[in-house]
């Protein structure tokens, strides 16, 4: 950082009438570790499990470990999408069961599962339309407004399934999730196509700056003619509608819904979304940044299971790589007050 | 109550102190001293080194080396709790929290003159500050909420506020006041720098920073002025003139502290507003033609600052309209308001102009990204290469559009933010406080280019509470009372004199706790 830091020269010919070349970059090696710590520390990680664990030297445990992590990484890159506007959607992973209990329940009830679907999605819709009333409309903070919308879509999820575990989930949503493409379920796949469509949007378009403006600056966005409160609602119906297609996706990997299954997956998303934050375009919430995350927390956690670690293990290390995470982005910023961002 | 005997005393001497950022220098040997009893000014342009100075003295920055003295007492660094040492800085951004009381807010910073947990004697506080109050000559309702009060009085209040804690028997105090009047308009000013003055007269030592270098000229005993991260010179105020302090902070000569407008002989009108009302706005009427510099000014809180809000489709009139080159414009959103060709550069930077953490090419290209977007995204090298010459043209420095917005001084970050507007030739250009906070130099630079703007056909409309920039660089002057125009002052008889009668020709109930 140290090599960046500008500093205001009293020569005022300094930067004119040079227009045609932009100054060439040096090379900086403070932003580019930063960028890459966490990628790196993924690799590391994953040589020494390999070093250490016969089981990592085969490639099923890596499959396992992808497809388990599916869900997970669909809901942190959800998340990701209102985080970066400087709000929280903390309902994702509730409307993610509740979109699954209730296309389930119309589906044991004889409704065509298209149609259920289309139900089940249109619920994600109203859920990210009320979360932006709340927030967008009246101004309410968003983490207490989700946080309301999270435990009343749990309450609504046992209120479909009458607190049961329905299970007899029909054959095509298991197909939908689990179906294999090269040797990978399809639910993967899902994943990882939208780590690009993410990707795209954030990094190559307008709106992919604007968002990250409106969570810089909302000010400042609106007064720079940004639509800043369409884009707000927009991202909480973007949320909303991705979390409950993740729902139809949840019910065929597990061919069964369980309503209380929901704050399981409230914390870990925003783990990798927060954790991701610290990697490849530092200090804001990215794509390919989340995917890292993921994976280092989940081989970390699948390294220490390995080691005899019990089940609550993956908890109290997700709770200290986001308070890490957090640590870790608020220290970067400060010292980057005089730096540069990428 | 009385400074005899003070007069030799030193309240602070700063000995070479010296603070490096890697390979960047931010104090190089610095020495400052400031005697009891005078007001000291600290000049130099943005950048050059105040900030890191007054941060060393409260403990907010560690610095490599140097010696500080207070009130002939060593103050090691970095210092924890600047003061129990007598040191109370008050700076432009002052911290009062508004849905709170006056009392509520002066009783923050000593403890409420109790422990954590024992009843706070809300009698005893109030007799205190009534009776600090009283010793300052100023008068608030100590239960009327912060939110009520105008800027000045906010000022004043953190003024009220630092004296509680050096308290009335001890005279070893050293005020440190940044900018304290950049957000008031000069009868405002005026009362503060009143107010420091006695601060200083009953033996306190004041180093006062500040861009207006007429209240320097006004109020000061002695100045040092730095330049990258220098101590310059020490000079005595009475000794010395503007322009040869100008010429210390900027290394060089500038003979002219504004710009004069370009030639005006009637234009079409661009800019026509038709009884417009609004929030602290009532039934306001003027026209700016092409290639015209119209000032709007008023005291603080008499509406010129919600005006440019009004017009820009960012707060909604009550009623009245608006006409942009003959089409209506009661704008929807400020996005509206950008199409019609109208661009606006708002009064607070830090909260309406800049994202200061995303880089200076994201935020000088942000309304026009748009057109850099193909099917492939972003064409990032066409992106960067705007961005670079923008920064070019209005001379930003260092040119590099990969620096976060955090990384330049403040003269430089209304550079950027004038560019990002500049490119898109509005038809109609608002300044808010175009220059507050931004030195003389980079100040003349900037205005320079509104200039260019109006040359170039724009109808430009600078809204400020400088009164002496006005009389420089407007065609015409409107000024505000209460939301209303009360006068209308054209070139020839337009100055900064003149100004200030028209501002405080209105009803004096407004003028505040006297």
């Known amino acids: 950082m140290t090599t960046s830091t500008p500093t205001r020269t009293a020569d005022p010919a300094l930067g004119k009438h040079d227009f045609t070349t932009p100054a060439r970059q040096s090379f900086n090696w403070g932003a580019f570790t930063e ?67 209730l296309v389930a329940q119309l589906t044991k009830m004889g409704v065509p599962s298209g149609l259920a679907v289309l139900i089940g999605l249109g619920l994600g819709v109203v859920v990210g339309l009320v979360n932006a009333l709340l927030v967008v409309r009246i101004g309410v903070d968003s983490f207490v407004a989700t946080l309301g919308s999270f435990t009343a879509l749990s309450g609504f999820a046992y209120l479909l399934t009458n607190s049961r575990i329905i299970s007899g989930i029909p054959d ?63 991202a909480y119906v973007v949320s909303g509608l991705l979390a409950s297609f993740i729902g139809v996706c949840f019910i065929g990997y597990f061919g069964a819904v369980d309503p209380s299954v929901g704050s399981q997956y409230m914390l870990q998303p925003f783990a990798a979304a927060f954790l991701g934050a610290t990697a490849i375009s530092v200090g804001r919430f990215n794509a390919f940044g989340t995917v890292a995350a993921l994976y280092l927390l989940t081989v970390g956690i699948t390294a220490l299971q390995l080691l005899g670690a019990q089940t609550w293990v993956s908890n109290v290390f997700y709770g200290v790589a986001l308070m890490v995470a957090v640590t870790a982005a608020k220290l970067a910023g400060s010292r980057r007050g005089g730096g540069h961002t990428r | 109550m009385t400074s005899s005997g003070t007069d030799a005393r030193i309240a602070l001497s700063v000995r070479n102190l010296s603070k490096h950022y890697g390979g960047a220098i931010a104090l190089a040997d610095v020495s400052l001293t400031v005697r009891a009893g005078e007001v000291h000014a600290l000049l130099g342009q943005n950048g050059c080194g105040k900030s890191t100075l007054i941060k060393s003295l409260t403990g907010v920055v560690i610095p490599d080396a140097g010696e500080v003295e207070v009130f002939g007492e060593a103050l090691h660094m970095p210092t924890s709790d600047p003061h129990t040492r007598g040191i109370a800085v008050i700076h432009q951004d002052i911290g009062l929290v508004d849905s709170m009381t006056v009392l509520e807010n002066l009783g923050i910073n000593a403890h409420y003159g109790a422990r954590l947990l024992s009843p706070v004697n809300v009698k005893k506080e109030r007799a205190i500050y009534t009776d600090l109050m009283h010793r300052l000559g100023v008068e608030f309702d100590l239960d009327a909420e912060v939110s009520s009060l105008s800027p000045a009085e906010r000022a004043l209040l953190a003024v009220a506020r630092a004296m509680r804690l050096m308290d009335g028997d001890s005279t070893e105090q050293l005020f440190i006041l940044d900018e304290p009047t950049a957000a008031l308009s000069k009868p405002e000013a005026a009362r503060l720098l009143d107010l420091m003055r006695r601060v200083a007269d009953l033996g306190a030592g004041v180093v006062f920073v500040s861009h207006r270098l007429s209240e320097v000229m006004e109020v000061c005993d002695r100045a ?13 105020v009475s000794e010395t003139s503007r322009a040869e302090l100008v010429a210390h902070m900027l290394g060089r000569r500038m003979d002219d502290f504004f710009p004069t407008p370009p030639a005006f002989d009637g234009g079409a009108a661009r800019l026509v507003v038709d009884r417009l009302s609004g929030e602290r706005v009532s039934q306001v009427s003027f026209r700016a033609h092409a290639g015209e510099v119209v000032g709007v000014t008023g005291l603080a809180g008499m509406g010129q600052e919600e005006l440019p809000f009004l017009l820009f489709g960012e707060h909604k009139p ?30 607070n930077r830090l909260r309406d102009g800049v994202w200061i953490a995303g880089t200076a090419e994201e935020n000088v290209t942000l309304p026009v990204i748009r057109r850099f977007s ?93 009164h002496e920039l006005l009389a420089a660089i407007c065609h015409r002057v409107i000024v505000l009372h209460h939301g209303q125009v009360i006068a209308e002052l054209h070139r020839d008889g337009l100055t900064e004199h003149a ?5 405080e020709a209105g009803p004096s109930e407004i003028s505040i706790a006297a």
């Open chain 1, 35 to 101: 960028r890459w710590a966490l990628v790196g520390g993924l690799l590391v990680l994953v040589l020494i499990c390999m070093a250490v664990f016969p089981q990592f030297r085969t490639a099923s445990l890596f499959t396992t470990m992808v497809n388990a992590q599916s869900l997970v990484l669909l809901l942190g890159l959800t998340a990701t999408v209102v985080l970066r506007l400087g709000d929280f959607d903390l309902s994702v992973a509730q409307t993610m069961v509740a979109t699954g209990a």
């Open chain 1, 172 to 234: 095509e949503f298991v197909n939908f999730s689990r179906s294999q493409l090269l040797g990978i379920p399809l639910i993967s796949w899902y994943a990882w196509a939208l780590v690009i469509v993410l990707w795209y949007v954030y990094q190559r378009t307008p709106l992919g700056r604007y968002s990250l403006f409106i969570g810089g600056n909302r000010n400042a966005a609106r007064l720079s003619g940004v639509p800043v409160n369409r884009i707000r609602t927009g």
């Open chain 2, 224 to 236: 040092t002025v730095m330049r990258a991260g220098r101590d310059i010179v020490e000079v005595k």
């Open chain 2, 318 to 347: 009550t009623e009245g309209h608006v006409e942009i080159d003959g089409s209506p414009a009661g704008f929807a959103s400020p996005g509206a308001a950008i199409r019609a060709g109208v661009a606006l550069v708002p009064g």
């Open chain 2, 374 to 466: 193909s099917w492939f995204g972003i064409r990032s090298q066409a992106v960067r290469q705007r961005a670079f010459e923008l920064m070019a043209q209005v001379d930003v420095s260092p040119n590099r559009p990969d620096y976060a917005m955090a990384g330049f001084s403040g003269g430089n970050q209304q550079k950027v933010v004038f560019a990002k507007w500049l490119q898109l030739h509005p038809g109609v250009l608002l300044l808010d406080e175009p220059t507050q906070g931004v030195d003389p130099g980079a100040a003349k630079a900037l205005l320079n280019d509104a200039m260019d703007a109006a040359a170039a056909g724009s109808a430009v409309v600078v809204f400020s509470g400088e």
């Open chain 2, 499 to 503: 100004l200030l009668e028209a501002c």
